[in-house]
């Protein structure tokens, strides 16, 4: 009989054997079972039925709305986009890790960062951050590649990325220049072509996105443009009258000091002014938009200031876990309904423990990538993927919609990813030959 | 197990099953099974072992994936490991990849079913049965026990395949010796297992095939209502008069439940231990003073679930993601709901149409394992899968109790692996 020594032994040699490619399918298909069929919000649900019917609108990013709606012919509901989403994350990040560490502990650390808390509790959700995520890293990885097909694989990602959060596009300017081969010289010409290829991508998902969209809500002017407008008219207690807009209440327009919820702005008893509807009430709130901006900067900067420490999880920690299958009277007509399993009850309440830890603050990622960045200089894929983590934050200064976790995850994850690679990196033979 | 390309098209075919059926069809059955299965409460109306299995793949993945992937890839990899010993891995392959996708196997596969259970983990137990390393053959006894516990008449299948494919180190009479000690153990291992796990006991040979037993011995024998009103007595009898006539203008051999579960049926489900008691008594009596009604019949149940011509035969294909009789409802209460994908919208209407067609005519499949055991007789696998198909069919003409695709889906397994089986050894002999 084997004593449990030589059994342990075995058992050690069979996993030395597994090849990296086995441990990314099973670590996937592991971070998929953590959250199967994948968790929905109400917008998630909303986009399904979008993508189910074909009828687009801009309130939810029409590319992404796109995506789902062709991952749809092969299986129906959201575990397509989860498998989507995760895949792209997890082989992406392979992919990129790959050229700094050994294949076995590139998928090793690949699969174990997707399965971190704070990067997988956004990654279990259908949201176009998510997604975004995973084609980024996508990108990143295919852009690597020397072969042409995969540079252009990388441009589509990088499409998807955009179509997912516009705002992404000044992010990917780092990830747009490891598609350079390392021969091509200046630094600016280098940049000038990245920021070619980003606003080539940038445009095409534009392009695409206008193409599908059935019904033009607004939907991206409204949630930023209604709370840059009340939340600094309040800070600078300044009424406006707002010409081509209806306000509901002109005296509610004022109360209080801020603003951070577009739609709370817009909708429901207590709304301050009517969503807009039209061409003409779009160009009005553009000119409230840059007026409060240009008349009350201070208030305007004050306002996107507190916004951001909120985004940053310093001044209002907020609850940064959404776990829930959707609710049910609302999936009723689109046929998906879905239960935990054992497994994944025990995760949730692993990962809402961590989310007690400041290992869900964004402002501990935002000064992790300070290290982040001086330790892998000398790695541009790592320094790349940090980079962009970080000025994807640094946009949602000036252009987040709301206070939300999901809008710091890539640079979460971004530093999770370069600060665990060189931290096995450290070890010779963990590193790439 | 094989090459990188077999490999590859095992996994493509076990993909292929699972795109169709994703996540995986539930019937009334199956339904049923999932909320014992969630409960931890077990009847055993059904195997109480498939759904303590349910109970554990749960705690990994709710719903019917979990079943649906082990079914359909215990039943992939199973018919590849068999056809790869006589065929290169990479013909194995496409070959078993093209028998699970054959539709009457592919979509009786595609549902949450105690028979397609049983089909994949038998099928997987033939291939490791005739291992020659221990630890397989032991794996191949362990699946064969577990395919056995799935279905009353799974002995049937068993039987054949341990008696003439399990392959221990001894030859001859020992290893027939060995052999029917393990098919007793297995057999009688999934019996107590089954009887071990119920919490309740549904007594489904009374509530079911007893009473429409009953019913066709009332239409075909010659006895009056006096005589069939004795013999009847104490049993769940919805009206004591005019037995006879009313068998007689109900009889639907295709669908007998019309007798148990409609207002005018002969029978209402029996309520109590006493009138369980005297279905017993009334059966055996009956059976015995009308033996040529009784196989009467049991011939035209038997006619109908081999869907000979002439027969009523449809609906062989079940598509349905929550019971059809209650779509909603049985959504509600299983907590689960799935809609079709844009390839199954497409794929569904297909396989109801060929639901209806010549490829689920169980006959057919019997008359070709009949013709191809005279072939493999020389080979013990390919022998043991078809006399397996075979016998099992058999014991359904007394045990059905109502004519359904699912219960043939071993015949068309065994027809179709025996027979490539057969087919590969003729052409490369070994």
């Not at chain 2, 197990?1 to 996540?23: E, L, N, Q, S, T």
């Not at chain 2, 003409?397 to 889906?409: E, I, K, N």
Request: contains cysteine; aromatic residues 10%.
């Amino acid at each position: 009989m084997m004593d449990l020594r030589e059994r342990a032994n075995r058992v050690r040699a069979w996993l030395a054997a597994r090849t990296p490619r086995q441990l990314l399918l099973a670590g996937w298909v592991t971070c998929i079972l953590l959250c199967y069929p994948g968790y929905l919000s109400f917008d998630s649900i909303e986009q399904l039925g979008q993508a189910r019917s074909g009828h687009f609108t801009d309130a939810y990013a029409p590319v992404m709305t796109g995506v789902w709606s062709l991952c749809e012919w092969i299986f129906a509901g959201p575990f397509p986009m989860l498998a989507l989403q995760t895949g792209l994350f997890v082989f992406g990040a392979y992919g990129v890790l790959k050229r700094a560490l050994s294949p076995r502990a590139a998928a090793v650390v690949a699969v174990g960062v997707l399965a971190a808390p704070p990067v997988f509790a956004p990654m279990a959700v259908i949201w176009p951050d998510s997604l975004m995520a995973g084609a980024l890293l996508a990108a990143a990885a295919a852009l690597l590649d020397e072969r042409r097909a995969m540079k252009a694989a990388g441009a589509v990602a990088l499409v998807i990325a955009g179509g997912c959060r516009p705002e992404v596009a000044p992010a990917t300017i780092p990830l747009a220049m490891l598609a350079l081969p390392a021969s091509l010289s200046g630094r600016l010409r280098r940049a000038g072509l990245a920021v070619a290829l980003v606003v080539a991508c940038s445009g095409v998902a534009r392009l695409v996105g206008w193409i599908l969209v059935d019904d033009d809500t607004y939907a991206w002017q409204q949630r930023l443009e209604w709370i840059d407008v009340v939340g600094t008219l309040r800070r600078a207690h300044a009424d406006d009258p707002m010409p081509g807009l209806t306000v509901v209440d002109r005296a509610r327009l004022l109360e209080g000091h801020d603003a951070y919820d577009a739609y709370v702005l817009t909708h429901g008893p207590k709304r301050v002014a009517e969503p807009i509807a039209d061409d003409a009430q779009s160009e009005a709130l553009s000119a409230a938009w840059h007026a409060a901006i240009a008349d009350h900067f201070g208030a305007y900067a004050t306002h996107r200031g507190e916004l951001m420490l909120r985004q940053l999880g310093i001044t209002h920690p907020w609850l940064p876990v959404f776990d829930d299958f959707g609710d049910p009277d609302h999936l009723m007509l689109l046929h998906h309904r879905a239960t935990p399993s054992d497994l994944e009850i025990a995760w949730r309440a692993i990962v809402h423990v961590v989310a007690l830890t400041p290992l869900f603050r964004p402002l501990l990622y935002v000064l992790l990538a300070i290290p982040a960045i001086v330790l892998a200089r000398r790695r541009r894929e790592l320094l790349a993927l940090v980079a962009s983590g970080v000025m994807y934050e640094i946009i949602q200064l000036p252009l987040a919609s709301s206070v939300d976790y999901r809008f710091s995850h890539w640079l979460v994850a971004t530093v999770w990813l370069v600060l665990v690679a060189l931290a096995v990196a450290r070890k010779p033979a963990w590193r790439a030959s | 197990m094989a090459d990188g390309g077999a490999r590859a098209i095992v996994a493509a075919g076990v993909a292929g099953i699972i795109v169709y059926a994703f996540p995986g069809y539930l019937s009334t059955d199956s339904i049923d099974q999932l909320a014992q299965a969630r409960a931890g409460e077990y009847g055993d109306w059904h195997p109480p072992v498939m759904a303590a299995l349910w109970h554990g793949v749960e705690i990994v993945v709710t719903g019917p994936l979990g079943m649906l992937v082990l079914q359909v890839t215990c039943f992939v990899v199973g018919a590849y490991l068999l056809l790869a010993r006589v065929l290169a891995p990479r013909t194995a392959a496409l070959v078993a990849v093209a028998i699970a996708w054959l539709p009457p196997i592919a979509c009786e596969l595609a549902v949450i079913w105690k028979d397609s259970q049983m089909a994949g983990y038998a099928l997987l137990g033939v291939a490791f049965v005739g291992d020659s390393r221990r630890g397989a053959r032991a794996a191949g006894l362990v699946l064969l026990g577990l395919a056995s516990a799935m279905r009353y008449n799974a002995a049937a299948l068993t039987l054949p395949i341990v008696l003439l494919a399990y392959a221990p180190p001894v030859h001859g009479a020992r290893r027939l010796a060995i052999a029917t000690v393990m098919w007793v153990a297995i057999t009688g291992g999934a019996a107590a297992a089954n009887r071990l796990l119920a919490d309740r006991h549904e007594h489904p040979w009374q509530q079911s095939v007893a009473m429409m037993d009953l019913a066709g011995i009332a239409r075909w024998s010659h006895a009056d209502d006096r005589e069939l009103a004795a013999a009847l007595e104490g049993t769940p009898l919805r009206d004591a008069s005019q037995i006879r006539e009313r068998a007689q203008a109900r009889y639907r051999p295709h669908w007998m439940w019309s007798e148990i579960w409609d207002d005018g049926g002969l029978f209402r489900p029996a309520r109590d231990d006493t009138e369980l008691d005297a279905i017993t008594r009334a059966w055996r009596e009956l059976v015995v003073a009308y033996p040529r009604a009784y196989l009467h019949h049991r011939w035209r149940m038997t006619r109908e679930l081999l869907q000979v011509p002439g027969t009523y035969a449809s609906d062989s294909a079940y598509v349905w993601f929550t019971d059809v009789q209650d779509l909603a409802g049985s959504a509600r209460r299983s907590k689960h709901d799935a809609a079709p994908s844009r390839v199954q919208q497409l794929l569904q209407p297909a396989a109801l149409w060929l639901g209806d067609s010549v490829w689920f005519a169980p006959w057919w499949y019997a008359v070709l394992s009949l013709v191809m055991l005279v072939f493999a007789r020389r080979d013990r696998t390919a022998f043991a899968l078809l006399a397996g198909g075979v016998l099992c069919e058999l014991t359904l003409c007394f045990a059905a109790p109502t004519p359904d695709a699912r219960y043939s889906l071993w015949l068309f397994v065994a027809t179709a692996v025996g027979g490539a089986l057969v087919v590969a050894r003729r052409v490369r002999p070994a």
